[in-house]
């Protein structure tokens, strides 16, 4: 606890996602309540936007919490919540139920399936493997990684088999391409084992994913998150008051202390957010970053045409339709049931692909949807939906895109530089302006955990140095 009798620090923190919000959290616990969350939207959250259908439960951003064990902070919020009951809304694993369907209307037998399924999965463990035990980096892109060991497995192939697994192991590098948000060719596989698994299974939360913000939201003072206030700039070199954070509508807030938790897309896109500008290593970090783009895509049929529990289908797309296709539907890899509906489909759409959909009308997508589907079936009756739900994570400017990822020039050290606090250029002293969010959590980059574990970090910083000063600093 910071000491109450003294006067207390004045901090700006600059956005309320889960990054933002844990860090008022944090302070609010330690006794520092000197504070104000600036958000430029119209709710909390962030890249978590829960949505309802009836009473069934959508989720446009952040759908599973990656890794079901209280060693996630995540997990713990929604047991605290009481938003998880036994058994535990677990993923379901692909490996023991899915359906590989080729753009010509076929099945693939699921023996030759699971053996491909059997071949990516090592290929997958051998590409993140690279990051802790071959010192010899060097290896290029994912893509041309995992090209040379496709090409290595199939020739190993019976003839009879070899045309279907390669089907099925360019569909499954797709799947590649939908967790991440672009390319192969813009991936490296050298970093690609820089992300961290956590322990256990990804776990739904049924009842919606923006319930885990419940117990966060009330340990925040009332008043203290102001929407609809988008900063316009952060100027951190005013000598007295030592920063100053000025929104779009012209309001001025000083600050000791300002943290943000804008997406590094934002980053990417609003080079003159802040005055002066950033140091080069901090500019480096945001440049060579990846930062991808996803779109979930809701499809609601009046009636479902599949069997329950069918399973996930996997689009086997030939390499030459990915590489060759003009349709925004060959950013999709899968299409499965979505939880808890009789009759919804949910997929992700990737990359350039998630960013044309953006701009399709919503009759349009859900005409190219059913001829994919009735494509890959081969089945011509397939029905139109009655509806259909999309995001538009990159037109938003307070997002511009989805999630991070380790591209070629991509690096840990980019992370921890993205992450490092900044000290007035001009008389130096204790840190200004600090920076948490999911790309400035290195090995949990890309997920709720890693955006809430960058929040607390930088709240307790900010303790720190209020203990230290006794109050403000000098």
Known sequence: MVDQDRPQPRV?????????????????????????????????????????????????????????????????????????????????????????????????DSNTAHTGYTLFSQMKNDAFSLFSIDTDKGHGTLKNFLGQRIKD?????????????????AGLSNTIKTRWGDELSQMSSDNYGSFLKSPGKPIRVPLGYVGVLGPILRDIPKGAIKYCQEVATIKWDRGTPRASVKTVEGDEYPADYVLVTVSLGVLKKNAGL????????????????????????????????WAPG????????????????????????????????????????????????????EADIAEEFTNVLRRFTGDSSLPYPMNVTRSKWTSD??????????????????????????????????????????????????????ARMSGVREADRIIKLTKKFRGPPS
């Open 12 to 108: 700006v923190i600059v956005g309320a996602g889960m990054a933002g919000l844990s860090a008022a959290q944090r302070l609010t616990n330690c006794g520092l309540t000197n504070f104000v969350v600036l958000e430029g939207g119209s709710r909390p959250g962030g890249r978590i936007h829960s949505c309802w259908f009836g009473d069934v439960v959508g989720e446009l951003g952040a759908q599973w919490i990656s890794g079901g064990t209280s060693a996630n902070p995540i997990f713990t919020l929604a047991a605290m919540e009481g938003l998880l009951k036994s058994p535990l809304p677990a993923r379901p694993d692909m490996d023991s139920q899915f359906l590989a369907l080729t753009s010509d209307g076929r099945a693939i």
């Open 153 to 169: 497995a199939v020739a190993s192939v019976e003839d009879s088999k070899r045309y279907d697994i390669v089907r099925v192991l």
């Open 274 to 305: 802040f005055n002066p500008e950033l140091p080069q290593e901090k500019l480096e970090a945001i440049q060579k970053l990846g930062f991808g783009h996803l779109n979930k895509l809701i499809i609601e049929y009046s009636r479902p045409f």
């Open 310 to 361: 069918e399973g996930t289908m996997v689009l086997a797309w030939t390499q030459e339709e990915l590489e060759t296709g003009t349709t925004w539907a060959t950013g999709m890899s899968t299409v499965e049931e979505m939880p808890g509906s009789r009759n919804m489909l949910m997929t992700t759409v990737a990359g350039d692909q998630a960013v044309a959909m953006e701009s399709c009308s």
């Open 397 to 450: 400017r307070l997002f511009s895109g989805a999630l991070t990822y380790m591209a070629v020039e991509s690096s840990v050290h980019r992370q921890c530089d993205l992450g490092a606090p900044l000290a007035d250029p001009c008389v130096g002293g204790p840190p200004v302006v600090f920076f948490a969010g999911e790309a400035t959590a290195p090995g949990l980059f890309s997920t709720v955990q890693g």
